[in-house]
């Protein structure tokens, strides 16, 4: 089973639609998340951190779910521009405090 | 302007030679990472380093090698020991190893023939 998995997509979303996906991890000593962006053939960029409580950065929303182990990135009012690869980044205190990056989830906006 | 830049984009390179890759950053992170990334796929750890003159072996360190003798450089070695080195190579660098995001250059694109 890999570390931190997600759903490749990708996932086709109409322009102003709400897209929500999820990421799984498998290692219950995992410390941080972090959601990172990536455009085709770029590297990746920072999109939020994730914290306990949940946080919000304008139409985004990220959540954490410890007991059930995953993490979820809410897109509202999806833009032309959100189009891209959203990877879920793990810090896994057991792997030496290494980050591991699940394989991404493809999102598509269409007008 | 801060940040982290890697040289050059695009390297093409015969099989059997050495390459090397170079990262610098001057964001004055202590920890600089090279990840390998192929078509389609996630990215994984070939080395990191946490401070000058140390490093570690991530997961594919085979067939690869760094060094650290300055805070804002991290150059890697794609030896001719490494069987699949045609890859999108990324550095990055972060302030400390817990709990600290991590940054990343613009990636270099080897291709090996």
């Known amino acids: 089973r890999k570390e931190v998995e997600q759903d490749p997509g990708p996932f086709n979303v109409p322009e102003g639609a709400t897209v929500a996906f999820n990421c799984t991890y498998s290692?219950?000593?995992?410390?941080?998340f972090f959601w990172y962006r990536q455009d085709c053939r770029k590297e990746p960029k920072l999109l939020m951190s994730?914290?306990?409580s949940g946080n919000e950065d304008g139409r985004f929303t990220a959540q954490l779910n410890r007991a059930s182990q995953y993490i979820s990135l809410l897109i509202r009012d999806s833009k032309l521009s959100d189009s891209a690869t959203y990877l879920c980044?793990?810090?896994?205190?057991?792997?030496?405090?290494?980050?591991?990056f699940g394989g991404g989830t493809r999102v598509l906006v269409k007008p | 302007d801060g940040g982290i830049t890697q040289s050059p984009k695009y390297l093409f390179r015969k099989e059997g030679q050495n390459v090397t890759l170079s990262c610098e950053q001057n964001?004055?992170?202590?920890?600089m990472y090279w990840y390998r990334q192929d078509p389609g796929q996630g990215l994984r750890l070939i080395y990191y380093?946490?401070?000058?003159?140390?490093?570690q072996k991530g997961d594919i360190a085979e067939g690869y090698s760094v060094s650290r003798e300055k805070k804002e450089s991290f150059p890697l070695t794609v030896t001719s020991a490494q069987k699949n080195p045609t890859a999108f190579y990324l550095c990055?660098?972060?302030?400390?190893?817990?709990?600290?995001?991590?940054?990343f250059g613009p990636g270099t694109r080897l291709t090996v023939t």
């Open positions: 990055a660098s972060s302030a400390g190893t817990v709990n600290y995001e991590q940054y």
């Open positions: 290692n219950s000593a995992s410390q941080s």
């Open positions: 994730v914290y306990s």
């Open positions: 980044v793990v810090n896994i205190k057991a792997a030496g405090n290494k980050l591991t």
């Open positions: 964001l004055n992170h202590d920890a």
């Open positions: 380093s946490q401070i000058v003159n140390d490093f």
